[in-house]
């Protein structure tokens, strides 16, 4: 196979690929994936609480972690990015949601659901200044074996009610959906596990004529009179519901009490309009920064400067390319487009160290053609070197850092290995073509002003 041959099979292959990327970006109707900062939306972080005296463990945040995306899934937002930032907080974005404070409470909700006995109950007014009779609230009421006191809206007034220990949690609960009471109100009606159907219809048949009070997250939703033993394992939560309200429930007791609780420490809302104002501005940026190499590749290195923008194109097409396919696990950000438009310069730098190192060997008197590999062997180990620091640094940044910075390291480290394999596989193998076609051997094509006196007896350039 002689030289031409195979640099025509190397030009080809990253042809072949890109057609392959724009084939399947044209089937399968292929998009970046736009984060926060581009699409708009809502970012939330939350720090997790522990139980007291309990140290929170990793694997429990992990588990926290899957238990909001499940939430966010039910919902309907697309594409959220739900993850555990450092040792205890959860950052949740969720791009194009429409309605922040809903998915505010629906994500942050704990859902710790209770069943209580009603061991006593008094009018609010009754018991204003007694201290028996003080809310429960703090970490106090978190602990399901103690006796608590929450009030509870009843016939337009408030009561307090003294409620026993936690007889059953909401993780029993094995089914949830919504219904409406005979009135048309919305009610939640739940279906209960084998187990939990055991222990709810012990607990009715012991409890019989007593008030059996629905705590969710320390709030009283209902506190229903026991008539008589539930043992099919069915039960309803009323209550004031809107619609909306009992849909999310719903949403919540499927997908289960989150193992922490949440705090939000830090919220940050971006509208439509200044995600897409965001997005216009970094193409922007990153078109001029494309166009402004290439002008200078083209009046700088004249005919070399050609391929180099043919090289510059096949980055931009590789970058969109993948940037599509990875679509559906990655989100494009602003730092990210910050990272593609820093590769620009990356990719026009391995061409001007090949093309300086050919226009050194041109002036020392020797052919174009001659020179194409021999400077390319200089050329690429600087290249190589460039790259492996910059591919080392973006690394360091993605494992290290957190948030934004991340997006940035990635596509500044896919760029790196962009171009040392557009470098080798495209790069040399054109200039190494064009090389034979005398006119773009010329000085003046390659930009070269002044070319080295040959030395006494030596062949005049």
């Known amino acids: 196979m002689n030289r031409n041959t195979r640099d025509l099979i190397s030009i080809g292959v990253v042809v072949l690929i890109l057609a392959c990327l724009f084939g399947a970006i044209l089937v399968f109707d292929l998009k ?4 926060l900062d581009l699409q708009g939306g809502i970012g939330l972080v939350y720090k997790a609480k522990p139980a007291e005296g309990k140290k929170l463990d990793t694997g429990v945040l992990d588990k926290t972690v899957d238990k909001i995306r499940d939430r966010v899934d039910r919902l309907g937002v697309a ?36 069943f209580r006995i009603v061991e006593d109950s008094k009018e609010e007014s009754e ?34 009610l003294k409620l026993g220990p936690t007889l059953l949690t909401g993780d029993a609960i094995k089914k949830a959906q919504l219904g409406y ?5 919305p009610q939640i009606d739940f279906e209960l596990d084998g187990e939990g159907k055991d222990k709810f219809g012990e607990i009715t048949t012991q409890n019989q004529n007593k008030r059996l009070a629905i705590v969710l997250d320390y709030v009283v939703e209902s506190a229903p009179n026991i008539q008589e ?6 039960g309803e939560i009323t209550g004031e519901f809107t619609d909306q309200e009992a849909k999310d429930l719903v949403i919540v007791l499927n997908t289960g009490a989150l193992p922490v609780e949440l705090v939000l420490i830090h919220e940050q809302d971006v509208s439509a309009t200044l995600g897409r104002d965001s997005l216009d501005k970094g193409m922007i940026a990153g078109l001029a920064g494309l166009a402004i190499v290439a002008l200078f ?7 070399m400067g050609i391929v180099t923008c043919m090289g510059l194109l096949v980055f931009g097409g590789l970058m969109y390319g993948f940037i599509c396919v990875l679509g559906e696990f990655w989100s494009l950000t602003i730092a ?31 052919t174009l053609r ?15 070197a460039a790259d492996t620091v910059s591919f080392a640094a973006a690394a360091i940044l993605y494992i290290f850092a957190v948030g934004s910075v991340k997006g940035f390291a990635f596509t500044l480290g896919m760029a790196t290995v962009f171009d040392v394999f557009i470098s080798y596989f495209f790069v040399r193998p054109v200039t190494a073509l064009l090389a034979q076609w005398k006119r773009f051997g010329t000085p003046r094509a390659m930009g070269i002003r002044h070319l080295e006196e040959p030395e006494a007896g030596g062949e005049p350039s």
């Open 370 to 384: 001659s020179s194409v590999d021999s400077a390319y062997k200089s050329a690429f180990r600087t290249i190589l």
């Open 229 to 234: 033993p539930i043992t099919d394992g069915r």
């Open 297 to 303: 590749m083209l009046l700088y290195y004249r005919a």
């Open 127 to 160: 018991v204003k200044d007694d201290e028996s009779w003080k809310v429960t609230e703090g970490e106090e009421g978190l602990k399901p074996e103690a006796v608590i006191i929450l009030p509870y809206k009843e016939d337009k007034s408030v009561v307090l």
């Open 336 to 366: 990210g487009i910050a990272g593609i438009i820093v590769a620009i310069g990356i990719a026009a730098d391995s061409s001007i160290v090949y093309f300086e190192r050919l226009k050194e060997e041109v002036r020392a008197g020797r």
């Open 79 to 114: 594409e959220p990015e739900i993850t555990r930032q450092g040792m205890e907080n959860v950052l949740v974005q969720l791009p194009g949601i429409s309605d922040p404070d809903r998915a505010k409470e629906l994500v942050g909700t704990t859902a710790q659901m209770q």
């Open 181 to 185: 009471g005979e009135e048309g109100s």
């Open 32 to 35: 970046p994936r736009l984060g």
